[in-house]
Structures are given as C-alpha cells and as structure tokens.
C-alpha cells in the first residue's frame, strides 16, 4: 500500500429491480425482433425478386436500386425522424412506433400479391414497405441503446448495453432458423412457390409479443426526470448538429467510432460468408452452418467486453479491435483459403492467368445495385475471372485492343458489349457472346486445376470455424461497448438524435456498401484478397481518428452537469 494514499470506501452498485430487468430485456428482445425482420428480406431476397420484380431489365433495375436505398441508405433518416422523436416525446413511445411500423411492414410483405396478380403495384408496394422497415431500424437501435444505458445502474453501463449489441447476431440467427425449419416443413418446391411468406407472417407473434413487454415498459427515469425539470430539448436535431460543440462530437463519433466498427462488423459477419460462398465456392448450407456456429460461440463475448469496458474503458476496447482486425485479415483469409478450399489454392499458385488488355479500357466496377453492366471487353473478362475466383496479372495491350484472357498457353478473346436501349444491360448477341466466353473460361481454369466447387470432403471445418471465430471475436470486441460509448457522448437532452446519426452512417453507409467496394477492388486489381483493403484501410484510419480525437466516456457522467442533463455515474 502507498504511504498517504486515500483508501476510499467501495461501494457496491445496488442490484436492478424487477422493473429495470424487465426493461432491459425487454429492449434486447423487442430489438432481436426488429433485426429478424430486417434480415428476412436479405436472406430471402431471390425468391422475392421473381416474384415482384418482372423480367424487364429497365424495371427490375430502378426497383433493384429502391431496395438497396431502403436496406441501407434509408437507415441514417430513420435515425433523424425517431430520434427527434425520442428525444421529444420520449423512449418508450417512439419504441412502440419502431415496432410497429417494422412488424406491420414485416407481416405485411407476407400478404403482398406477387406482380402477376396485380402487376406494377406489387414492386412498388414491396418498395414502400422496405423504405418503412429502414426508416424503423434506423429509429430502433438509437432508442434501446439509451433506454438500457439510462435504466443501467452505476458502473455497469457497459455490462448491460452489451445486451443490446448482441441483438444483430440473434436476429440474424433467428430469421436462418425460421427459414430452414420452413424449408424442411414445405420443401424446396413449395418454399419458392409460397413458403417463403410464412416467415414474413410469423413475425405478427413476435409484434404482439414485442408491444405487449413494450406496453409494460415505464418511461425512461432520466429523460421523464429531465422532462419534468424542463430541461428537454425543443429542436433535437439542431441543437445536436446545429451546434459546433454536439456536431464535433458526432463528426469524431462517425469517423474515430462507427465507420471502423462498422467495417469490422461486416467483415466478420457477412463479408467472410461472402468470400466463402462466391470465392471459395463452398456450398451455401455448409457454410451458413460453420457460420452459424462461430456466431454462436462468439455471441457471449459481446457481453464479456461490455463488462470489460466497464473497468478498463470502452476506447480502447473498441480502437484495439479495430487495429488487430486489419493486421490480420490477410493472413486470417488466406488461412480461410487454404482450410476452406485447398485445390483453389494450390490452383492459384501454380496456374496463374493474365488479362491483356488496353489500361484504358479496364474500370474501377462499383455497382450498388449490383445491376449495373460495364460492357468494355476488360470489364467482362474481368467480372467473369473474378466471378470464377480467379486471381489474375494485368498485361499492357495496345490502345483500343480487344481484351485476352491467358490461361497457360491458351488465350480466350473477349469482346466488347452492345447495350439495349434502356442502356442498363447487354443486348441479346453480347449476352450469347458473353455466355459462350463463360463456358470457354470453365473449361479452361477447370483444366488448369480450378475448383467449379470446393470438395466437401477436402474442407478442414473446425479449423474453417475457429478462424470465422476469430473474426467475429473482433465483431464482439468493437461492437460490445460501443452503444455505452455512444450515449456517454451526449447529454441526455439531444442523446436519441445525436447518437443514432453517426451509428447508422456509420454502419448503413461505411459497412453496407463494404461487400459492394470489396467486390469491386477484387475485380479491378485480379487478386482474391485485394477486397479486404477496404474494411483494413476503414479500420486504420478510425483507430488514428480515434486515438487523436475521441475520448474515454467511462466514468465521465460525472462529468456532465445535471442541468445539462448527462448520465450520472
């Protein structure tokens, strides 16, 4: 013991009551709830383009565009309408209205007449109801992270927020679970033809039970104390962005915070699935169920650096697995590659392929909606390569020359592409052209010892599993503390607004479009693992912003003046 030193009396938070767990949980699940809803349309999504979206290519592509804004871009403005909202009229009622508004679009896509029933107002109405559910997500997330920080006791801010950041994991495995256990119930047939709503109209059970905890629920004490000494906010959304002093800390938030969770986020939960699926070619049941199983042992250490983060700190928690992410990803992918699929590996080794082309004619293929075409004949042999997880070397061709593909010693001419009229795809001799250079490409990389699919029997699956383990590790370590973070950054006047913002560019913009970037810089460089720059150089550049600029929220509650109305620790 220190000489002189102060021995300060420990004084053990007091336990939650009743009324506090149920709020707690009742958040998480309602929040559970919401993200099943959210993820159905993704993990179901080519079903329901052939039953929505018709065959023409100018229709399909503006509705494909509509679903990608509500998935993603449509969350941040969710995030200004609920939040201003919640910090106007309070936690619980904008809750109600998030979950009404997800469950009943949800409930409602179920009951939705396909487009040869009612013709152009099924897409259009399915689109309606996408905007809705991403408007409601972008609302819902906000309000549970400071609903549960402003119920948690003293000291375990932390501990109990890391609840909710489990949600995401649980409603994507709760909308598999239901998906498959459908698909074994109608088979595949009958799934396709109209099983695949039945998902969509369960989600009314979890509604009715998710509005009947959230009826129950009290008003958060913090704000409704707040509301009663007449210290709310009148104008949320200025007051948070508006103002210098709020709009800074939400700029350091957005980009020393989320924008490098976000990446690791992606990454570890959907990225990694991606890459297994598309480039390692494992088949997609095998895959979800090593994924589904890293999911599961990882989940409970959303809850472990919550904890942590209550005595060490969230900072630098978050900024450490933002850093041992991205000096990893190489090396971790890499080992995907060779426990996942080793004859790819071994291929891309010993038979390397070379595009010669004009430089000119080769473009960086950023395609949101993943409808657009590019029609330059380097673009095509690029896509296709890379299509077929086929890393390739670029060869200067002189301008204006038509692209080649070299596999060895044989060379696959490409083409260049007329379009339609709409101007948004091939016309039908460069879709023949396009098919038949596909065919001479399978039969070539099948030739110099390219996988059409990885071999089962060759897939090492626990070490495949371990390692997708470690990457959502990383997931745990970025995500567990940030919501308590998130709303230690802001008093509780504007909290709802300010912090739902920069969680939902954060991770609606910077981690939705990830797999599209990642997709893109793959296709454009010819090396399987080049995507993984994307979320590498995102990560790095939170962790500087992060260690200049953000501040350690842990214990600065007491900090804030209660006329100011920040959290008290």
């Known amino acids: 013991m220190v000489r002189g030193a102060a021995i300060r009396p420990q004084h053990p938070s007091p336990p939650l009551t009743a009324q506090e767990r149920k709020v707690i949980i ?7 709830f919401e993200w099943y809803d959210f993820y159905l349309y993704g993990a179901l999504a080519p079903i329901i383009a052939k039953q929505f979206f018709v065959s023409d290519s100018t229709t399909s592509f503006i509705f494909a565009l509509l679903a990608f804004a509500a ?5 941040p403005f969710g995030a200004l309408v609920f939040g201003r909202l919640g910090d106007l009229v309070g936690r619980k009622h904008t809750f ?27 897409p259009i109405s399915l689109v309606i109801l996408r905007v809705l559910q991403g408007l409601a997500l972008g609302g819902e997330y906000g309000g549970a992270a400071t609903y549960v920080a402003e119920h948690a006791p003293d000291g375990k801010r932390g501990l109990f927020t890391s609840w909710i950041q489990t949600t995401a994991t649980l409603g994507l495995l709760l909308s598999l679970l239901v998906i498959l256990g459908t698909r074994m119930a109608t088979g595949e047939a009958e799934f396709a033809h109209w099983g695949w709503r039945v998902p969509f109209l369960v989600s009314v059970i979890l509604l009715g039970i998710s509005v009947w905890i959230r009826m129950s629920m009290g008003e958060s004490p913090m704000f409704a104390r707040m509301k009663a000494e007449g210290r709310g906010s009148s104008a949320p959304i200025q007051e948070a962005f508006g103002r210098w002093s709020n709009l ?6 957005l980009f020393g915070l989320t924008m490098g969770q976000a990446a690791v986020w992606y990454t570890g939960q959907f990225y990694a699935l991606f890459f297994m699926t598309q480039t390692l070619k ?7 169920l090593m994924s589904a199983m890293s999911l599961a042992l990882a989940t409970p250490f959303f809850v472990v650096f919550g904890k942590l983060s209550d005595r060490y700190g969230r900072k630098w928690i978050i900024l450490s697995g933002c850093v041992l992410a991205a000096a990893s990803y190489f ?22 392929v070379t595009l010669i082309a004009d430089p000119a004619s080769c473009h960086f293929q950023f395609s949101p909606s993943n409808t657009i075409r590019y029609p330059s004949s380097c673009d095509i042999a690029a896509s296709l390569l890379s299509n077929a997880s086929v890393a390739y070397a670029h060869e200067d061709a002189p301008a204006g020359s038509v692209a080649r593909i070299r596999i060895g010693t044989t060379e696959l001419e490409s083409f260049n592409a007329s379009m ?7 016309d039908l001799p460069s879709k023949l052209a396009e098919s038949q250079l596909k065919k001479a490409l399978a039969v070539n990389i099948k030739a110099a010892g390219y996988p059409s699919r990885a071999d089962e029997s060759q897939i090492h699956k626990p070490m495949v599993v371990t390692i997708l383990f470690v990457l959502v590790l990383y997931v745990t370590m970025v995500y567990g503390p940030i919501a308590a973070m998130l709303v230690e950054m802001f008093p509780t006047r504007i909290r709802y607004t300010a912090m739902s913002l920069p969680y939902h560019l954060g991770n609606g913009w910077f981690g939705g479009l990830l797999p599209t970037v990642s997709f893109a810089l793959v296709a454009y460089k010819g090396d399987i693992y080049y995507g993984l720059w994307y979320p590498i150089v995102i990560a790095l550049l939170t962790a500087v912003v992060g260690t200049l600029f953000l501040r350690e929220t842990r214990g600065a509650g007491a900090k804030h003046k209660a006329a100011e109305g920040g959290l008290e620790d």
Not at 26 to 32: A, K, M, N, R, W
Not at 248 to 253: D, E, Y
Not at 282 to 288: K, Q
Not at 420 to 426: L, M, N, P
Request: hydrophobic share 55%.
């Open 26 to 32: 009742g958040s998480s699940l309602g929040t559970v």
């Open 71 to 75: 998935g993603f871009l449509v969350r």
């Open 96 to 122: 109600l209205i998030t979950i009404f508004i997800m469950g009943g679009s949800t409930f409602l896509v179920g009951l939705l007449p396909a487009y040869h029933a009612i013709g152009i107002a099924a």
């Open 248 to 253: 800074r800390l939400a700029i350091i938030a």
């Open 282 to 288: 494992i088949d997609g049941a095998t895959a979800n």
């Open 331 to 352: 090396p971790l992918f890499g080992a995907l590659t060779h426990y996942g699929n080793p004859a790819l590996e071994a291929a891309l080794e010993k038979a390397p």
């Open 420 to 426: 339609t009229a709409s101007g948004v795809d091939f």
